[in-house]
């Protein structure tokens, strides 16, 4: 299915940000790990936008709230309400501090090489994670849009990103992350306020998402609930989860969120502390728009769904679609539509019919006239399909799918910088090799930048045969929230936090978390002996708790931090001017 | 002299800062975990337009007064600067 205007906008994208590279090439060590602190407030929060909005955020999420319902929430707090906690309480402190990446606080803070490689450690196994996911994302979208085979897809990512990532280092990723902004958040919203229109009447999704349904006189919501328990499924507004588990899972994603270096380092670019906080505010009015507009496009999504292919007749691949849905409509049915069988090739839809009768019945599990279910539709068609449900123009669709490369790709740079810099700088300039000049160190940085973007792309494409990426996010933001944020929080606001509480703390949320998280995910799968009713995607609060409370002990235990130490930290929260 | 009164500005800065970070926090909490969590039961007996009023703070409202919160802490930290003499 290679589409013209896919091709365009896949190709023109591409080229746009390998120009933005060329044009934005770093010259120093401190424009590379920090694009030489200069960048503006709010570019730097388009920029934060774009590296935090995944393939996930963009392809998966408004899917996921589709089949969640209120369920789906946990992303929605989640991933935004982290952004509170950054502003409050780190990204102006660790901005005012003045270095280039998270371990080098960690190190710098307590005055420990041991700490410092154990946070280069942390923040390499959570950008690991992260990233193979995001080359999957790629070899995804080339594969099923442009006909590329799926390795060739990542190896094309890889070249795109390794041109930026290596020449431009954070310089040129900041410059290409406010391009890939502005195409993700277009490909996005297009889509929903037609979506919006066709459903509620009312363009701005989020009035639509409170409005009623066109011509029903009842809320769209209420709609909803009315045809999705019809269907036998669990009503929109609710979930199946407990609310400890709702609780847990959104304080690991806010806390997680606000513990991960790739956007961490986003605020170590700005001028100063005050511009930090601007920033943090600019980065979650670019994410809002993405993120309020999600559950608009989640809840219309299921609507359009059911109605376009609920009980509609199949119509398989030898007959002649047009003449067959004519035949169909005529006699008063209603034929699959087209859409469903441009996508049916991509496996993201499929259609069993179990009871014969060449009908699609979609149905929940429990459903009130005892009929099977026989379609299922993958989390991603949502996204991926809208356009052509609202019947939209045959160039939304190459648009969507170069939003969606661009949230991958934009993600994907800024994972590698965190990797490049904990290599470069954190391991090579500050532990192993301290003599190292800045050139080499750039050099050493480059070459950093460049196996990670190759380690990345062999992460991805063997990650596709053990389909094993869904299963690790979890670990990212577990890990990061009970491994980095409580050292880095209480770094800041708890001046008697010395050496041994920092090690002992990161040691034992990284330990409990990654044991969790494994053996709930691999070795013992059933709900019924999780901790507290606690899943393994909201264990990193739990356990962010505890790593706390062990540094607290430990630090009691021994000796206070040195004299230098207690005025870097009064010199980080008061600035003197 | 000067020293100590410079500590003591100090010392006054950062308790304003803690009392308006704390201040925050709890908005932040009560908005989310409050509003679209613990207590979405009870909110949910209202409704603004169509949504359920709990339910439309865990997919809405909370991201909204999140970005007020972060731009009221800007507006804020500022004046407190200007106060206490940090920064010009």
Redesign the interface.
Same mark, same amino acid.
């Given at each position: 299915m290679l589409d013209p205007w896919t091709l365009f906008f896949v190709v023109t994208t591409f080229a746009l940000y390998i120009g933005i590279a060329i044009w934005a090439r770093a010259g120093s060590t401190d424009d590379f790990y920090v694009a030489g602190h200069d960048v503006h407030p709010t570019v730097n929060g388009m920029a934060t936008a774009a590296d935090w909005m995944s393939a996930a955020s963009f392809l998966s999420m408004a899917g996921l709230?589709a089949f969640m319902g209120?369920g789906?929430?946990v992303y #929605?707090?989640g991933w $935004?309400?982290g952004?509170?906690?950054l502003?409050?309480?780190l990204a102006?402190f660790l901005r005012e501090f003045g270095k280039f990446t998270v371990p080098d606080f960690v190190g710098d803070r307590y005055y420990s090489t041991t700490a410092r490689v154990i946070a280069v450690v942390c923040a390499l196994f959570v950008s690991f994670t992260y990233i193979a996911g995001q080359m999957k994302g790629v070899g995804v979208a080339f594969s099923g849009f442009l006909g590329v085979p799926f390795e060739w897809g990542i190896i094309i990512g890889m070249v795109i990103v390794f041109f930026y990532a290596v020449l431009g280092g954070m310089k040129g990723v900041t410059y290409t992350q406010v391009a890939q902004y502005c195409v993700l958040i277009f490909a996005f919203t297009v889509p929903a306020i037609f979506m919006s229109l066709i459903i509620t009447g009312n363009p701005v999704p989020?009035?639509g998402?409170?409005?009623?349904a066109q011509g029903e006189g009842?809320?769209?919501?209420?709609k909803l609930n009315t045809v999705v328990t019809d269907l036998g499924f669990l009503e929109y $507004?609710e979930t199946n989860k407990s609310?400890i588990d709702?609780?847990c899972i959104?304080?690991a994603l806010?806390f997680g969120t606000a513990g991960l270096p790739h956007v961490i380092i986003r605020f170590f670019t700005v001028k100063s502390a005050?511009a930090a906080?601007?920033s943090?505010?600019w980065a979650?009015?670019f994410i809002?728009i993405l993120? $309020?507009t999600a559950?608009a496009v989640g809840a219309f999504a299921r609507i359009n769904f059911i109605d376009t292919v609920n009980e509609a007749t199949y119509i398989a691949d030898d007959e002649d679609y047009d003449a067959r849905s004519a035949e169909i409509e005529a006699a008063g049915g209603k034929p699959v539509p087209q859409w469903y069988k441009d996508w049916e090739p991509t496996g993201l839809v499929a259609f069993e019919d179990k009871n014969g009768d060449g009908v699609m019945q979609y149905r929940g599990p429990n459903a009130p006239d005892g009929i099977e279910n026989e379609v299922s539709p993958n989390n991603d068609i949502f996204v991926l399909a809208n356009p052509q449900i609202a019947n939209l123009p045959g160039w939304v669709i190459g648009l969507v799918v170069a939003g969606g490369l661009a949230a991958a790709l934009s993600t994907a740079a800024g994972l590698l910088m965190v990797i490049s810099s904990a290599v470069s700088h954190d391991l090579c300039r500050r532990t192993l090799f301290k003599s190292m000049d800045d050139k080499t160190e750039l050099r050493v940085a480059r070459g950093a930048a460049a196996g990670a973007v190759f380690a990345a792309g062999l992460l991805g494409i063997f990650s596709n045969s053990l389909g094993f990426v869904a299963q690790v996010v979890a670990f990212a933001f577990g890990l990061a929230a009970a491994s980095l944020f409580p050292v880095i929080f209480l770094g800041i606001f708890w001046k008697r936090m010395n050496k041994e509480g920092a090690i002992a703390s990161m040691l034992t949320g990284l330990i409990t978390t990654f044991g969790y998280i494994y053996w709930f995910k691999f070795v013992d799968t059933d709900p019924a002996n999780w901790l507290f009713g606690v899943s393994p995607e909201g264990i990193g609060f739990v356990f962010m708790w505890l790593a706390a409370g062990v540094g607290v002990v430990t630090t009691l235990a021994t000796k206070p931090p040195p004299k230098e130490i207690l005025e870097l930290v009064?010199k980080i929260?008061?600035?003197?001017? | 002299m000067q020293e100590n009164s410079s500590a003591d500005e100090?010392r006054a800065?950062?308790q304003a800062?803690i009392r308006l $970070?704390i201040g #925050?926090?709890v908005i932040?909490f009560a908005v989310?975990?409050g509003a679209?969590?613990?207590l979405r039961d009870v909110l949910?007996q209202w409704?603004?337009?169509?949504?359920?009023l709990g339910?439309?703070f865990?997919?809405?409202g909370?991201?909204?007064v999140?970005?007020v #919160?972060?731009?009221f802490?800007?507006w804020a930290?500022?004046r407190i600067?200007k106060e206490h003499?940090?920064?010009?």
């Open positions: 709230i209120y789906g929430s #929605l707090m $935004t309400g952004y509170v906690l502003a409050l309480l102006p989020q009035l998402f409170i409005g009623e009842i809320s769209m919501l209420a $507004t609310m709702v609780f959104t304080a806010m005050d906080r601007v943090a505010g979650l009015i809002a993120y $309020t559950p009064q929260r008061v600035p003197v001017s | 100090g800065y950062w800062t $970070t #925050l926090l932040w989310s975990f679209g969590i613990l949910d409704s603004l337009g169509g949504a359920p339910f439309w865990a997919q809405q909370a991201i909204y999140f970005v #919160l972060i731009f802490y800007c930290m500022r600067e003499g940090v920064r010009a």
